[in-house]
């Protein structure tokens, strides 16, 4: 009984958090998920897992964070032998793969927006040369451009055979969804109709801009980071500390299967949580761009 006790439980709180942190817990691969509208500049389940580079469909995301859940309930019962101590540790266990691909995602963005500058400079020297027309430099940047940004660009090139070079730059826009990345395909795009003269001195300019904003954008990253560490271990330690207690003493493991444990445990739960909140919130990265070209109204 205490072994499905300690499974309907972590299935529980599992969702209670994962609706707390804005997630829709193990629901359909279509529905919604990390989406604004479109005019905000959020994205679908389905793009940030790609943008993170996991080949997985959202079903099988959230399948996976529910089995590892489960497990971890299952191994922290077998360790302090307490249901309610048990859950609350493996959700955070549970939310370890969303955690992994957010800083995979973080990660990959970080890459391809740093690229911009030398991948802008590429195209911007094949254009002055007169040997290249902006599709064959775009090309380039498939095959011989900044790694990071090599994937987006191939994908450009095996779509723009198909529906067009602006259609392509737009499905490689919505797909990057980023406040550099916009601007620079944008610019591309009017280059198609518009000629290079204007659009090389736009690009010159971008450069600069960009390089200004990363730089910023680096030191507000490094000065945050020391408070987003210090919020995770202020977090996690007391819950770690509790397993501890319940694996070695008799007495906690009695306690906290009582109604007052219980009481005790869900007031601080809910401390503890709102603490988090409060604490992210402050110390979240300020963002020095923001996305202005993308479509107004709800998202589809």
């Not at 309930?73 to 939310?95: E, K, N, Q, R, Y």
């Not at 911009?116 to 599709?135: C, D, K």
């Not at 110390?283 to 998202?299: D, K, W, Y």
């Amino acid at each position: 009984m205490n072994a499905w006790a300690a499974l309907c439980a972590a299935a529980a709180v599992w969702s209670g958090v994962e609706w707390f942190r804005g997630g829709d817990g193990l629901r359909w691969a279509g529905t919604p998920w990390l989406r604004r509208t479109a005019g905000s500049g959020k994205v679908s389940r389905q793009v940030w897992l790609s943008q993170a580079g996991a080949a997985v469909t959202p079903r099988q995301f959230w399948a996976v964070s529910a089995v590892v859940a489960v497990v971890a309930v299952g191994v922290l019962f077998l360790v302090d032998h307490t249901v309610v101590v048990a859950v609350i540790p493996a959700v955070g266990a549970g939310s370890a793969p969303y955690a992994y691909w957010s800083a995979q995602r973080r990660r990959r963005a970080n890459a391809r927006l740093e690229a911009w500058p030398e991948a802008l400079r590429q195209v911007i020297g094949q254009l002055e040369s007169g040997a290249s027309t902006l599709h064959d430099a775009l090309e380039s940047l498939a095959v011989a451009g900044p790694p990071a940004l090599m994937a987006p660009m191939g994908r450009y090139v095996r779509l723009a055979g198909r529906v067009g070079y602006r259609q392509a730059l737009e499905a490689v826009r919505m797909e990057l969804a980023d406040p550099i990345s916009d601007p620079v395909l944008l610019t591309f795009a009017m280059a198609v109709e518009e000629g290079t003269d204007q659009v090389l001195r736009i690009l010159s300019s971008l450069i600069h801009q960009i390089e200004g904003d990363l730089q910023l954008a680096e030191r507000i990253r490094t000065v945050q980071t020391q408070s987003r560490i210090a919020t995770w271990a202020v977090f996690a330690v007391p819950y770690v500390l509790l397993v501890f207690l319940c694996a070695t003493q008799s007495f906690y493991r009695r306690f906290f299967s009582e109604p007052v444990g219980l009481a005790v445990m869900a007031v601080g739960v809910g401390l503890s949580l709102v603490g988090l909140v409060l604490a992210r919130r402050l110390a979240r990265p300020i963002p020095t761009t923001e996305r202005v070209f993308v479509a107004s109204g709800p998202a589809a």
